[in-house]
């Protein structure tokens, strides 16, 4: 059985009865030495958990932070690949996941329940820190450039043929010709509020005129750049795929969608009791733009290669740390 068959029957088979989660975790699955993070007296041995979600980007970016705290003298406890943003967050709450690299337009609508974005990536930020804190005791810090947002692609090739390149654009043609406007949506996508109705409803567009296939997100990429099924797409915006595809991102220039910054997330209690985490994390996050992570996805989604992998090759050619 793989690592992440492991970790997937680890989760869904240690989810206990209401307020009980993950009971166990696995070893850190790739070794490293000290680089540019070396031992910190105040980290040796402690016992940190991390997590993430089940998917790709969110199993590379819990690697790096167990790389990191490995680096540092850490006891690390792998929980990485849990199922769903509410998993990952519950065993935050409820103190069996320590650390998780989360996203802040996650925070604000998903776990505070916030209906309007903050269309500012540092304000949103704030926004989240400071009600996060106050209504649930979690700290987030060290937010990272890389904005994984929602967004529409089309192919290069449907670009030239419709011009299309703004939003703004897209609402028009979905208005005059909606069959040029087809779209394939992700199941989330399609029912989110921040997904396909809030988009429709702040561009005006008719939806009910636009055809619309909903598919799982992973078919949404090579449907789009194949422009049989649909002509536009949505998408995670630092998906790997779309430049491997060939797509196109589609500018938001009404600032519908709300900013997913990646921060590292933890209980405002384990952060006051080893504040060095967060002064560790804080280089790797800023290092990590969205052209940073694109690629690093794209060499797990496109090309086949393991997230621990790529997450340590990473850490290693930034000198953070060594492979051994």
């Known amino acids: 059985m793989s ?4 970790a997937l029957a680890l989760v869904s088979g240690l989810v206990l009865i209401a307020g009980c989660g993950l009971e166990s975790g696995g070893a850190v699955p790739l070794r490293v030495g000290p680089g540019s993070i070396g031992p910190i007296p105040e980290l040796d041995g402690v016992n940190i958990t991390v997590g993430s979600k089940d998917f790709t980007e969110q199993n590379i970016l819990g690697y790096l932070i167990e790389f990191a705290m490995s680096a540092a003298g850490a006891q690390v406890r792998d929980l990485t ?4 943003s509410n998993s990952l967050r519950d065993a935050q709450l409820h103190g ?12 604000w609508v998903n776990y505070l329940g916030k209906e309007q974005p903050i269309p500012d990536e540092v304000g949103q930020f704030e926004a989240v820190r400071e009600a ?7 700290l987030w ?10 967004a529409l692609v089309t192919s290069s090739r449907t670009q030239q043929e419709t011009g299309v390149r703004t939003l703004s654009d897209y609402a028009k043609l979905a208005n ?5 406007a087809a779209i394939c949506v992700g199941t989330e996508f399609n029912v989110r509020q921040d997904g396909l109705p809030g988009l429709t409803r702040k561009y005006g567009i008719d939806a009910g005129k636009v055809p619309k296939q909903i598919v799982t997100d992973q078919v949404v990429y090579q449907a789009t750049a194949d422009a049989k099924q649909c002509r536009f797409g949505s998408v995670a915006a630092t998906d790997g795929r779309i430049p491997a ?22 209980r405002q209690s384990f952060a006051d009791a080893h504040p060095q985490i967060a002064t560790v994390l804080a280089p ?6 969205n052209e940073t992570i694109t690629e690093l996805n794209r060499q797990v989604d496109v090309e086949g290669r393991e997230p621990a992998d790529v997450a340590r090759d990473w850490m290693v050619a930034e000198g953070f740390v060594t492979a051994r």
């Open 3 to 6: 690592r992440w068959s492991r």
């Open 81 to 84: 690949n849990i199922q769903g």
């Open 96 to 107: 069996q996941i320590d650390v998780a690299y989360d996203y802040t337009g996650t925070g």
């Open 132 to 138: 996060d804190r106050a209504a649930h005791g979690m």
């Open 141 to 150: 810090t060290a937010m990272a450039p890389m904005n994984n947002t929602y």
């Open 176 to 180: 005059s010709d909606p069959s040029a």
């Open 245 to 266: 595809l060939n797509l196109v991102l589609l500018q938001d220039d009404q600032g519908f969608f709300p900013k997913y910054n990646a921060a590292v997330v933890m």
């Open 284 to 289: 790797i996050s800023q290092r990590l733009t």
